[in-house]
C-alpha cells in the first residue's frame, strides 16, 4: 500500500459522510434561503469541529460533487478566524493554521480587536459582541455579504432551554438567517438541523485538528450550563434535544419550500 492510499481513503469517507449530511444542510440552505448566486460566504472559523466541519461541508457542496450534492448556487467561500476569547487576544494555532492552508480555501486571520477599557476577562455576551462586530468588519472590508456560523441542532437546543429558564419563553437567540444593516449582509447558521454527534463523526473522518484552548469562560456560561443539563437528563428524556430545537425553530418559519 502506498502513503498515499490512507490519504485518498480518508477522502472517500469524507465525501461519502457529506453526501448524506449535506441533505439537510441544504434543506436549511433552501428553507431560508440562505445563499443566492453571487454570494461571498465566510465561515467564522473558531477552530473547533463544527465550524471547521461547516467549511469543508460549504466547500464540497459548492465545488467538488454540486450535481450529486445540489447546490442550485454559485459562491465564493473563505474563513474568518479571530485570534481571542473573553481574557482577549490569543497567541496564533499552528494546527489550524496549517490545516486552512492546505485547504486551498481562502483564510484570513487576525487578532481579537478588544476596545481600550473593557474588563477582563469578558461576560460571553460581550465577548460575542465584540467579535460579530470585527466578523462584520472583515467581511465589509473584504467584500463578503454572508456570515456563516457552526451552531447546530444541538446549540439551538441548549440556547431554547437556557431562554425557558432564564426568561419563561423558548424563542429567539439562534435564528436560521438574520439580515444586517439593511440588508448588507446576511447571518446564516446552516447546521441548524444537523445534530453534534453527525459533526463528531465528520471531525474523526477528516482527522480536523486539535481546537485552540479552551475559553476561560466556557466552563462558566449559562449556555455551557444548559448543555450540561440536556446531557445529564438524555438517558430519562431522549428526545430532549430534538424537541427543544424544533421548539425554537417555531419563532423562524421558513420562507421557502425545501
Known sequence: MSHEEPIRQTRRTGLRLAY??????????????????GDRVAVAVSGGKDSLGLLYLLDVRRRRFAHWCHARERYELAAFH?????????????????????TGIPYVIEKADIPEGEELPMTCQRCARHRRRQLFEMADRLGYNVIALGHHADDLAATALLNLLQ???????????????E????????????????MRRLARVLGLPPAPPDCPRRHDSARAAA????????????????????????????????
Open 183 to 198: 440588508g448588507r449582509f446576511r447571518l446564516i447558521r446552516p447546521l441548524i438541523y444537523t445534530p453534534e454527534k453527525e
Open 20 to 37: 448524506f449530511m449535506l441533505k439537510t444542510i441544504n434543506r436549511a440552505i433552501r428553507e431560508y434561503q440562505m445563499i443566492a448566486d
Open 167 to 181: 426568561g419563561g419563553r423558548c424563542d429567539g437567540g439562534m435564528a436560521p438567517r438574520a439580515d444586517y444593516f
Open 82 to 102: 479571530i485570534q481571542g476569547d473573553a481574557a482577549g487576544p490569543t497567541p496564533g494555532h499552528p494546527p489550524l493554521e496549517a490545516w486552512l492552508a492546505q
Open 227 to 258: 448543555a450540561g443539563l440536556l446531557e445529564a437528563i438524555a438517558p430519562r428524556f431522549p428526545n430532549a434535544r430534538a424537541n427543544l430545537s424544533r421548539l425554537a425553530l417555531r419563532a423562524y418559519p421558513p420562507q421557502a419550500t425545501p
